[in-house]
C-alpha cells in the first residue's frame, strides 16, 4: 500500500513539474518578439520594444489600422472603386445622378467617399458585403501586405484587439477583411449608412472616417486610445497622432497636402513615427476599369529598393 502510495506521489511530482516546465516555456516563447520579414532592421528593433513596453499594459490593448495602403495594396486603384465601377458599367441605370457627382469629384474627398455609399442605396448589407468578397478574391487575394498580416497577428497573440478603420465603405470591406485578417467583421470601421431592414439607405452616419473624422471614428465606435495605429496617407495624420503608444505610417506620400504645409513622410520623419516601406505594384492583367472607363486617377505604385 505504502509503494502504491509513493507511486502515485512520484507521478503526480512528475505531472506537475511538466506541466510547469510546459508553461514556462510557452510564456517564455510568447515573450519573444520574432523579426517580421519584409520589415527593415530599424522596424522590427522598435516593434520589439513596443511589445515589451506593453506585455504588462492593463486594460484594454488596441491596434488600429487603416485598410487601403496599409494592410491592403491600393494599386492601381483601391478596391472600393475598382468593385464600384465594374458595378456601375453593368447596371448603368443605377443612381446615375450621384454616380455622374461623383466621378467629377476627388476620390480621396469626403463627399466622394459617402457618394458611395449613396450609389449603392438600395441594396441589400450582405449584397455589398458579397460585392467586395468577389472582387477581392479576383483581384486582391494576394494583396494583402504579409508583413502587415504578420504584425497583426503578432498583435493577437499579445492580446491586442485589431481594428481596422477605413475611408472606404463600410458594407463592402467588411466580410473579406474579416476573413482574411481573422479579426471580428464589427471591427471593420468604414464610411456607413443607416441600414433598415437589412437595406442600405442613403442616410450617412457620422463620424466620416476620413481626415479627422477617423479620430473621431476611434472616439465614437472603439471607445478608448489605441496603443498602435497604422495608416498610409495624409488622410490618416489625425488617427496616427491619437496614439498613446507606436506610430507607424507605411509608404507615406511625398507630395503636400492642400491642408498641410509639409508632406506626410517629411511630417512622419520629423515626429519619429515609425516608417515602414512594402512593396505595392499592380498585376499586369489588372483590369483597371477605374481608369481605363472612368478616367479615375491611378495610385502610385511602391517598389522597394
Known amino acids: 500500500m505504502w509503494k502504491i502510495n509513493q507511486l502515485s506521489l512520484l507521478f ?39 511589445f515589451k513596453n506593453t506585455k504588462n499594459e492593463t486594460g484594454r490593448k488596441i491596434a488600429v489600422f487603416d485598410g487601403d495602403g496599409t494592410v491592403l495594396g491600393q494599386t492601381p486603384h483601391y478596391l472600393a472603386d475598382e468593385a464600384m465601377y465594374h458595378y456601375a458599367a453593368e447596371n448603368p441605370e443605377k443612381n446615375k445622378e450621384i454616380f455622374n457627382e461623383m ?8 463627399p466622394y467617399v459617402q457618394n458611395r455609399i449613396k450609389f449603392i442605396a438600395g441594396e441589400t448589407l450582405q449584397f455589398y458585403r458579397d460585392l467586395g468578397e468577389k472582387y477581392f ?7 494583402i501586405f504579409k508583413p502587415m498580416r504578420d504584425l497583426i497577428n503578432t498583435l493577437k497573440k499579445n492580446d491586442f484587439e485589431v481594428w481596422i478603420v477605413t475611408a472606404s465603405p463600410e458594407g463592402m470591406y467588411q466580410q473579406f ?21 437589412g437595406i442600405i439607405t442613403d442616410e ?8 479627422h473624422g ?5 472616439e465614437t465606435f472603439i471607445q478608448d486610445v489605441p496603443l498602435f495605429v497604422a495608416g498610409n496617407s495624409r488622410g490618416d495624420k489625425e488617427m496616427i497622432e491619437h496614439s498613446k503608444g507606436l506610430k507607424m505610417i507605411v509608404n507615406p506620400d511625398e507630395h503636400i497636402a492642400p491642408d498641410q504645409s509639409e508632406s ?7 515626429n519619429n513615427w515609425l516608417v515602414a516601406r512594402i512593396n505595392d505594384v499592380p498585376t499586369a492583367d489588372f483590369p483597371a ?14 517598389k522597394v529598393e
Open 177 to 197: 477583411l474579416s476573413n482574411a485578417l481573422q479579426i471580428p467583421i464589427t471591427n471593420i470601421v468604414g464610411v456607413k449608412s443607416t441600414i433598415r431592414n
Open 214 to 218: 477617423k479620430k473621431e471614428a476611434i
Open 12 to 50: 503526480m511530482l512528475l505531472f506537475i513539474v511538466g506541466f510547469l516546465t510546459s508553461c514556462i516555456e510557452k510564456n517564455s516563447k510568447g515573450d519573444e518578439f520574432v523579426p517580421i520579414a519584409g520589415f527593415s532592421d530599424e522596424v522590427n528593433n522598435q516593434l520589439n520594444d513596443f
Open 137 to 143: 478574391k479576383k483581384y486582391y487575394s494576394n494583396k
Open 103 to 110: 466621378i467629377s469629384q476627388s476620390n480621396v474627398s469626403i
Open 264 to 270: 506626410i513622410a517629411d511630417y512622419a520623419k520629423n
Open 289 to 302: 476599369v477605374s481608369s481605363k472607363k472612368f478616367g479615375i486617377r491611378l495610385n502610385k505604385t511602391r
Open 204 to 211: 450617412i452616419v457620422n463620424p466620416v472616417p476620413q481626415d
